[in-house]
């Protein structure tokens, strides 16, 4: 099982920085995967960043060039540096981890930290 808190969350300017942080407990759970989604009011969640278990990483098309994703090398905690926030980056970041456990893949959500891009 795999435990997921996030922190960094609130209130911002357009064009300010953000940095969430997402820490990892586990227990006999391999993670592999570890990235953010967002959901804004009344839209799907969507993928926003994430790095696998090779290092590679993937962006949203909507935040390449200004978020970056980033985790230790322990796979315990990933960050999303959040920079040039726009009104539209407005929504509750979820915290993801994807991996194995007792034979079997499996995912994890962390609770969700609200971002409010406004002046």
């Known amino acids: 099982q795999v435990q997921l808190v996030e922190s960094g969350g609130g209130l911002v300017q357009p064009g300010g920085s953000l940095r969430l942080s997402c820490s990892a407990s586990?227990?006999?759970?391999?993670?592999?995967?570890m990235g953010w989604y967002r959901q804004a009011p009344e839209k799907q969640r969507e993928l926003v960043a994430v790095?696998?278990?090779?290092?590679?990483?993937n962006y949203a098309d909507s935040v390449k060039g200004r978020f970056t994703i980033s985790r230790d090398n322990a796979k315990t905690t990933v960050d999303l540096q959040m920079n040039s926030l726009k009104s539209e980056d407005t929504a509750v970041y979820y915290c993801?981890?994807?991996?194995?456990?007792?034979?079997?893949?499996?995912?994890?959500w962390g609770k969700g930290t609200l971002v409010t891009v406004s002046s």
């Open positions: 790095i696998y278990g090779s290092g590679n990483v």
């Open positions: 586990r227990s006999n759970f391999n993670i592999n995967t």
């Open positions: 993801n981890v994807q991996g194995i456990g007792s034979g079997t893949w499996n995912q994890f």
